[in-house]
């Protein structure tokens, strides 16, 4: 396995944001959390709106801005994941 694994949400033949796999969990932990909590605030922020004048272009964008930290999310909880049934 190597080392350093590409974020799945980056669709190039050279990625440029990559997950370490040796970090430690209690530091992929802090970076996925970190992310989760922003799209949690945001999503928030979002359902506390009157919903008047939001077109379908703006939400559509804003739940594109709000998928890349969940897909990033993810790939950190995967790595975490890994690493605890390599404990087991």
Request: hydrophobic share 45%; glycine share 6%.
């Amino acid at each position: 396995m190597t080392r350093y694994i590409p974020l799945t949400g980056i669709d190039c033949k050279i990625p440029s944001l990559l997950i370490d796999r040796e970090a430690p969990v209690d530091v992929l932990h802090g970076t996925a959390a970190y992310r989760l909590r922003c799209v949690t605030q945001l999503m928030e922020t979002l359902a506390l709106g009157d919903g008047k004048g939001q077109d379908a272009l703006l939400l559509q964008d804003f739940a594109r801005v709000m998928a890349i930290p969940l897909r990033d999310s993810c790939d950190l909880m995967d790595v975490i994941g890994w690493k605890l049934q390599a404990q087991l």
